[in-house]
């Protein structure tokens, strides 16, 4: 599917995150994305911290929204 492109797969660990926490709520947002993009990840042996700093992310985004 992403043919191991890096690049893709981050950008769309990105808009998982961004979609999964359109409902606030951070429990979501770590349930969809780290089970969905975990193995993903290890089969491209992309570092899991790099899966946590993408997807959550999204949580300063929300911040920054608010005020």
């Not at 043919?3 to 770590?30: E, P, Q, R, W």
Request: positive net charge; charged residues 10%.
């Amino acid at each position: 599917m992403t043919k191991g492109n890096v690049a893709t797969v981050t950008m769309g660990t990105a808009a998982i995150g961004m979609i999964s926490h359109l409902d606030g709520a951070g429990a979501t947002t770590i349930l969809l994305t780290v089970p969905a993009l975990l193995p993903l990840y290890k089969k491209l042996h992309m570092s899991p911290y790099l899966l946590y700093d993408q997807g959550f992310s999204v949580y300063n985004l929300r911040l920054s929204e608010s005020y």
